[in-house]
């Protein structure tokens, strides 16, 4: 289609999804022709067009006309980005619409804000739409199993391009609010349709975005509005429920603070939540304690693979008193018996990923206790997926992994495809080189089926690479779902 009519399809989309005004109109369309390079313009009638479809025509234009010198997936959303930017209305609009919606609801406010995210394409739906999803029902509830196809892989020319392009530490990092309106480059996304919701959190200046990869429904991100690293303490536990004070439709967790427990991004202070109840959330209590000093606070263990301590209570600030209690204690706790260790050499181990949300009149934390010590036997971490589960999850467990949602890397597609070709096809997959690192994997589980056909070899997998993330929780638990990890879980308790 002609270009012409792209823009003005272009302008349309943004009129209906109210990125736009009709007094903006002129202006934006003015905006499209000077960054496209396109020099006549006649208002032609055009069809409603999908986003998808209209940046791509206006992506090959601009590779056609050289205004793009690279037709790569990294150098095509840096200039898409650009392009969106030209229906984007100003922060200090966004804001002023949020705060206005935020005075009839919190839930009206973050309405407005998520379908800005996604009208803007700055969280780009086609990409969120090829992430493989399922459910996966354990003894500890369904278990969110996601295959991560949004992320877009960079191409060969770009990671060199990247490798010689100028090193730059503006913005410092993913997370800083300097990010809002950056063009982007090589080595850093474009966020030129970005908007930030400034937000106080602990008296200080936090900013309030989605995730732009939204790994569950209203997938956010609130982070310090100064670059300075994570630390959980009690004023960690306090900015939680100052957040969900505001935003009681939301969670709010942050991840560990130590290495190899700990989220991607250490160095820059953040907490992640959303409209979204995991299955941790809905884990029954087992059983319940009262602890001397803090009785009004209900504490009790959850019933999940990794080790987590429920508190819940109608006053956040005594909840808040107690975590900090129970935090403080587990960062000096050592049990040998059940090969606990508070530090070794000097380097500390204990910390704890932190989950905050209101439920009815009440206010809920979950603790959940992490250890980061390794061995020769686990040099990746002895509470962390160990080697036979690598196949399948290698990488950190991080918070949205702990409460129950599998975010599994992209080349499982490719190799599970392949993998249930060869089943039904009785072959070696021993001797097939990028799946023989599942061979035994998958002679553990084939004899538990009378029979794989066709028809069932989807849901016979996907079910397997769920149980397979059962273990990698229970993997990640510091006290084992046996006897013993019982006893060794209220020896702690007992400390508290």
Known sequence: MEIQARIKQLVNYGMKAELLMEEDRIYTTNLLLDLLKVTEYEDLEVEEGELEDILKDMLDYAFE???IDDNGVVTRDLF???IMNCLMPRPSQVIKTFNGYYKESPTKATDYFYKLSQDSDYIRRYRIKKDLKWVTNTEYGDLDITINLSKPEKDPRAIAAAKNAKASSYPKCLLCKENEGFAGNLNHPARENHRIIPIIINEQNWGFQYSP???YNEHCIVFNGEHTPMKIDRQAFRKLFDFVKQFPHYFLGS????????????AHDHFQGGNYEFAMAKAPIE?????KGYEEVEVGIVKWPMSVLRLTGSDENKIIDLADHILTT???????KAFIYAETDGEPHNTITPIARKVGEEYQLDLVLRNNITTKEHPLGVYHPHADLHHIKKENIGLIEVMGLAVLPARLKKEMEHLKQCILEGKDIRQEEELEKHADWVERFLPNYESVTKENIDSIV?????????KVLLDAGVYKRTKEGREAFERFIEQL
């Open 330 to 336: 587990w960062r000096g706790y050592t049990d040998e």
């Open 255 to 266: 991840n560990a603070d130590l290495p190899i427990v700990g989220g991607s991004i250490l």
């Open 213 to 215: 990869y939204v790994y």
């Open 80 to 82: 898409d980005t650009r």
């Open 65 to 67: 006309q050289k205004i």
């Open 287 to 291: 059983q319940t304690y009262s602890i």
């Open 462 to 470: 996907e079910n397997e690479i769920g149980k397979v993330f059962e």
